[in-house]
T-cell receptor, first 112, second 111 residues
């Protein structure tokens, strides 16, 4: 089983560029999440999708949009990247909102 | 602010010693989870303890939960160099009903 797969693994953007981070899970989970992790800090929730067809804002949603394309896929879009969005982004999935979460390997994004 | 706060922020021990990390939280919870993160990797789930449980074991891991003090501890016994990682607690006590992670404890185990 691949689990949670994130692409790309690394990305460098210039300020103002846009990009989409992709996430797919093969565990038939209902809930999916996007987090960002900054040095010395825990994970902060950007957006989550409790079930297919629904998305909700987390703690730090500004500057991001998401799409729950189907039950497997949950993408995160940066419309106009800013240096403050330099971070490591993790996608996760779980059976329900309060169950064990399974994480992808992360996307390391630098915005210059 | 974060629901869970780990203490200490960093812990350095010798192989074979025990490592204890603590987590405090603010609101009532249904469960509390501990995760591990190796450098440059995603988080891996270690153990889940429900609010009606006081202690749980998994291999060399022992987790306790004191809901009256709103705190939990993770004990790793007979630590190994391979236990070097960051450890995070996560709680479901927010109004969103989803997990909120603490800032983590960085554990270094010296061979």
């Amino acid at each position: 089983n691949a689990g949670v797969t994130q692409t790309p693994k690394f990305q460098v953007l210039k300020t103002g560029q846009s990009m989409t981070l992709q996430c797919a899970q093969d565990m038939n989970h209902n809930s999916m999440y996007w987090y960002r992790q900054d040095p010395g800090m825990g994970l902060r929730l950007i957006y989550y999708s409790a079930s297919e067809g629904t998305t909700d804002k987390g703690e730090v949603p500004n500057g991001y949009n998401v799409s729950r394309l189907n039950k497997r896929e949950f993408s995160l879009r940066l419309e106009s990247a800013a240096p403050s969005q330099t971070s490591v982004y993790f996608c996760a999935s779980s059976e329900s909102r309060v169950d064990i979460q399974y994480f992808g390997a992360g996307t390391r994004l630098s915005v210059l | 602010s974060q629901q869970g706060e780990e203490d200490p922020q960093a812990l350095s021990i010798q192989e074979g010693e025990n490592a204890t990390m603590n987590c405090s939280y603010k609101t009532s919870i249904n469960n509390l989870q501990w995760y591990r993160q190796n450098s440059g990797r995603g988080l891996v789930h270690l153990i889940l303890i429900r609010s009606n449980e006081r202690e749980k074991h998994s291999g060399r891991l022992r987790v306790t939960l004191d809901t009256s003090k709103k705190s939990s501890s993770l004990l790793i016994t007979a630590s190994r160099a391979a236990d070097t990682a960051s450890y995070f607690c996560a709680t479901d006590g927010t109004s969103y009903g989803k997990l909120t992670f603490g800032q983590g404890t960085i554990l270094t185990v010296h061979p």
